[in-house]
T-cell receptor, first 113, second 113 residues
Framework: DSGVTQTPKHLITATGQRVTLRCSPR?????VYWYQQSLDQGLQFLIQ???????AKGNILERFSAQQFPDLHSELNLSSLELGDSALYFC????????????FGPGTRLTVL | GEDVEQSLFLSVREGDSSVINCTYT??????LYWYKQEPGAGLQLLTY?????DMKQDQRLTVLLNKKDKHLSLRIADTQTGDSAIYFC?????????????FGQGTTLQVKP
């Protein structure tokens, strides 16, 4: 158990819908990262928050957004869902802002029908 | 550019050593990581190495880093069937304000009894 929790574990929804994925980092970690794992794109970095502020953006679509709350949990919002958004979404956390060991949550498997 | 390359598949016999290789492109990488993913599971941090080190040993795992060739390897001694999984190499970009990870495609390790 990495200490990073993600909910829900599975999510099945229809095209055009909006979903919210939730992540709680390890106790004491200030950075939260979101990654997407799909068969065609592999594991890709989406976005990082540190102590409530956005720090880095990767290949994140404009239909996707995220935030980190004062209690340090984070949410990833996916809207206008398309079939191609079906993937495993991972959250990871680390203590610092920069390069550091990152521990991953169990992931949320999103299926868009 | 940001690119991490791994071979896709490795098959070994139980008890043999496994060597999984990885090449990366960013010479300013500060940390290099190995993660393990079992079927249907999340990413487990196996080990990591600082870019100023050549080697790191942790029980059955040995990581070798050749900075000149930008080559990283993971050796698993006495490979067991429980080691069957996908192994990801990742680099953390050399920046103080983000630790985003760039992952390779993953190497599937098959251990035959």
């Amino acid at each position: 158990d990495s200490g990073v929790t993600q909910t829900p574990k599975h999510l099945i929804t229809a095209t055009g819908q909006r979903v919210t994925l939730r992540c709680s980092p390890r106790s004491g970690d200030l950075s939260v990262y979101w990654y997407q794992q799909s068969l065609d794109q592999g594991l890709q970095f989406l976005i990082q928050y540190y102590n409530g502020e956005e720090r880095a953006k990767g290949n994140i679509l404009e239909r996707f957004s995220a935030q980190q709350f004062p209690d340090l949990h984070s949410e990833l919002n996916l809207s206008s869902l398309e079939l191609g958004d079906s993937a495993l979404y991972f959250c990871a956390s680390s203590p610092r802002e920069g390069a550091d060991t990152q521990y991953f949550g169990p992931g949320t498997r999103l299926t868009v029908l | 550019g940001e690119d991490v390359e791994q071979s896709l598949f490795l098959s070994v016999r139980e008890g043999d050593s496994s060597v999984i290789n990885c090449t990366y492109t960013d010479s300013s990488s500060t940390y290099l990581y190995w993660y393990k993913q079992e079927p249907g599971a999340g990413l487990q941090l196996l080990t990591y190495i600082f870019s100023n080190m050549d080697m790191k040993q942790d029980q059955r795992l040995t990581v070798l880093l050749n900075k000149k060739d930008k080559h990283l390897s993971l050796r698993i001694a006495d490979t067991q069937t429980g080691d069957s999984a996908i192994y990801f190499c990742a680099e953390s970009m050399g920046s103080s304000n983000t630790g985003k990870l760039i992952f390779g495609q993953g190497t599937t390790l098959q251990v035959k009894p």
